[in-house]
Nanobody, 116 residues
């Protein structure tokens, strides 16, 4: 499975961005799609995940500001980011975890910069 992420960019504090990630093929079986981010000098961290059944999980730092969603017909996952802060600046990676084979697939990353 190949993942193609898009939607990053430069935005002012308080602004919004929407990230998209499309998988190259249909993903069958139970799976979890998600977004992670890595800031300079820091470890990659979970931002949000959404399971094939629809349940979601968010990092405390983004709760109430970010919303994850998915479109199974388009093999895609999205991250709506509102009220962005400078500390949200990072490279954002999309991920698919396929439960049956316990395998992870990663997109190439998209840069999000929040700065005035």
């Amino acid at each position: 499975v190949q993942l193609q992420a898009s939607g990053g960019g430069l935005v002012q504090p308080g602004g919004s961005l929407r990230l998209s990630c499309a998988a190259s093929r249909s993903i069958f079986g139970g799976n979890v799609m998600g977004w992670y981010r890595q800031a300079p000098g820091k470890q990659r961290e979970l931002v949000a995940t959404i399971a094939s059944g629809g349940s979601t999980k968010y990092a405390d730092s983004v709760k109430g500001r970010f919303t994850i969603s998915r479109d199974n017909a388009k093999n895609s996952v999205y991250l709506q980011m509102n009220s962005l802060k400078p500390e949200d600046t990072a490279v954002y990676y999309c991920n698919v975890h396929i439960l049956l084979v316990d395998s992870d697939y990663w997109g190439q990353g998209t840069q999000v910069t929040v700065s005035s």
